[in-house]
């Protein structure tokens, strides 16, 4: 009938074993939150956006609870760093705010890519991409969610250049549709 549960609590727990990539990004992430270790306790909503940009980018599917863990863990080992007083009377939810040459990249992301800003927000792979090219050229992680809003809302305020038309070679929907109204 399952272990008693003095073993269950008494049980060593599996700690994550993670590539140095995916401490690196999980620990920029930290920082980028600015949330103490000990305030995600009560800042569930703040852990889960963290961990699933973090899962986002490193391709794992790691839940809060053992991303929690394994920053505890290395914080009690004094393996992780602090973020000081001050961080500690962050006040609300992370919002991202992007500098001008963080801008100027997503800018250009878009120009490169020639993706509709829309479909990064709702075509996977183009999320995909796209963080992971703006982490290449920032060497910052933000979450596919927040950077498709940003290149939206930089589209609806004209901030992004027009997107090439497609040449004749590509598939451009409903060429069909001469040849039925004939």
């Not at 609590?9 to 600015?34: I, P, T, V």
């Not at 705010?97 to 993706?115: G, K, N, P, R, Y």
């Not at 792979?125 to 950077?147: D, H, M, N, P, Y």
């Amino acid at each position: 009938m399952g272990q008693p549960v003095t073993e269950v609590f008494m049980s060593k727990r599996q700690h994550l074993q993670l590539a140095s990539f995916e401490d690196a990004a999980l620990r920029a992430l930290y920082r980028e939150y600015g949330i103490p270790i000990d305030q995600f306790i009560h800042r569930h909503c703040e852990l889960a956006e963290l961990v699933k940009t973090w899962n986002e980018f490193t391709g794992r599917s790691e839940t809060p609870q053992d991303v929690f863990d394994y920053m505890m863990t290395k914080r009690k080992s004094a393996q992780w760093e602090r973020l000081g007083r001050a961080s500690a009377r962050n006040p609300g939810p992370h919002a991202p705010c992007f500098t001008d040459e963080e801008l100027t990249h997503l800018d250009a992301i878009h120009e490169d890519f020639q993706i509709a800003s829309d479909k990064f927000a709702t075509c996977p792979a183009a999320g995909k991409k796209l963080q992971a090219e703006f982490a290449r050229r920032t060497k910052r992680i933000v979450s596919i969610a927040i950077l498709a809003a940003a290149m939206v809302t930089r589209r609806k305020s004209g901030k992004l250049k027009t997107l090439k038309p497609k040449s004749k070679g590509q598939n451009l929907g409903f060429t069909d549709i001469d040849r039925v109204a004939n």
